[in-house]
């Protein structure tokens, strides 16, 4: 007898139709019949496993307009107007945002999330708000905070102290910034930086690199090159590496060559950067997104993030990591039937193996963490972006939502659903 069983599964990885038994957490069956304490019919719908946003901004989420508005829509506005900001952060302000924030994210099926918490604001502030969500919010989600210098390592004498303070303090991963950095050079030296304080304190990295319309800018070779010397390999993610969109073909496939070598993530945020970049273009405007399908067919591990919800950087934004992964297949060109049916892997799959979370799936023994949706086929997942009926946390049930309804006035009664087998 399990603890409890959802009954009647539509799974991705199984035909027909399967129950999945829970029991002390953990997924202890799937198959047919099964019989547990508490049972739930979710009636043939979809169930995937927990969903990640790997990159995302909660220190600043909700901060839109203040203290004023972007209004170029560029990024370096974004970071002037967070820098006068972030002079009055307070922990406890900081935390009240984040947590609603984070409380939108599980509501939609999130259930791993990968923060960058700005560690150039010297009280460190909005550090400590994430840390102690981290731990406030386990019940809920996972939550690693990576230590980002936002205003760069090199580019004044105390951001390199107050990142490896971010380190002593339990930031889970190493930040970067290189393409802000002064020079080049200082910028190479930088992610060797990130990298020394990463395996001396036994963390990952995870960046921000080359997120620039500037063909020139190519820190992730850096990147990559680092990680294969210091044997990182698995350990080290890239975000958002936009100057990919500009390289020359040539360079760009010994690029994506090289990083599945050193099996570097590469983590995309598809919704901003169509936002941010190009803005410096007339016409044509570039889209400003990596390769995706380039690096996808290359074996890459290529996962999502939001990066922004209504900040500096972006009006815009509600959390649910399918709005971005939807604009992302139509930027990429990733939106034949079978890559759009793929693509739930790079919020799911893709996702765990950035996060670092080899226990996940839906298979006996992982953790049990999933989500319902109002879906039979896996394309109207992306396609609708549909309620998340349930979501699991370890094996205890922590949201429940009710399918959107429509009615005409006829009387008719309209739903989205399609006729896919």
Not at 154 to 166: F, I, Q, S, V
């Amino acid at each position: 007898m399990e603890d409890i069983v959802l009954k009647n599964c539509r799974l991705l990885e199984r035909e027909g139709l399967n129950d999945i038994g829970i029991k002390l957490g953990r997924i202890s069956k799937v198959g047919r019949e099964l019989k547990g304490e508490e049972e739930y019919d979710v009636s043939g719908k979809i169930v995937l496993p927990g969903m990640g946003d790997m990159h995302i901004h909660l220190d600043s989420a909700m901060t839109l307009g203040k203290p004023r508005y972007n209004r170029s829509g560029t990024l370096l506005e974004g970071i002037e107007i967070w820098g006068e900001y972030k002079k009055s952060l307070s922990k406890d302000e900081v935390k009240e945002r984040a947590k609603k924030a984070v409380e939108w994210m599980v509501v939609q099926g999130i259930t791993m999330i990968r923060t960058h918490a700005d560690v150039t604001e010297s009280k460190l502030e909005g550090l400590k708000a994430l840390l102690e969500l981290r731990e406030e919010m386990r019940e809920l989600v996972d939550i690693q905070v990576t230590a980002f210098p936002q205003d760069g390592i090199l580019t004044d004498k105390g951001n390199l102290e107050l990142l490896e303070k971010a380190m002593e303090m339990g930031a889970d991963n190493v930040g970067m910034i290189p393409h802000n950095e002064m020079t080049r050079e200082d910028g190479v030296k930088s992610v060797s930086l990130a990298f020394e304080l990463a395996q001396k304190y036994g963390r990952g990295v995870d960046g921000h690199v080359d997120e620039t319309d500037d063909e020139g800018s190519r820190f992730l070779e850096i990147v990559a090159a680092e990680t294969i010397r210091r044997g990182m390999y698995g350990r080290v993610a890239a975000g958002h590496v936009t100057a990919m969109h500009s390289y020359n073909n040539a360079y760009a496939d010994k690029l994506i060559r090289l990083l599945k070598r050193a099996d570097v993530s590469v983590v995309v945020n598809p919704a901003v950067n169509l936002h941010l970049q190009g803005r410096y273009d007339l016409y044509p405007k570039r889209r400003g997104i990596a390769r995706v399908k380039e690096l996808l067919t290359a074996g890459v591990n290529v996962s999502v993030g939001n990066d922004c919800i209504m900040d500096p950087w972006y009006p815009l934004g509600r959390g649910d990591i399918l709005q971005s992964l939807y604009l992302l297949l139509h930027a990429a060109h990733l939106t034949s039937f079978d890559e759009v049916v793929n693509s739930l892997r790079l919020v799911t799959y893709n996702a765990a193996k950035t996060f670092g979370l080899n226990d996940y799936g839906i298979r006996e023994g992982t953790i049990a963490d999933l989500v319902v949706f109002d879906a039979r086929h896996p394309l109207e997942i992306v396609r609708d972006q549909p309620t998340r009926l349930l979501v699991m946390k370890r094996g205890k049930i922590i949201s429940v939502g009710e399918p959107e309804k429509y009615r005409l006035s006829s009387g008719k009664q309209i739903n989205f659903s399609s006729s896919l087998p």
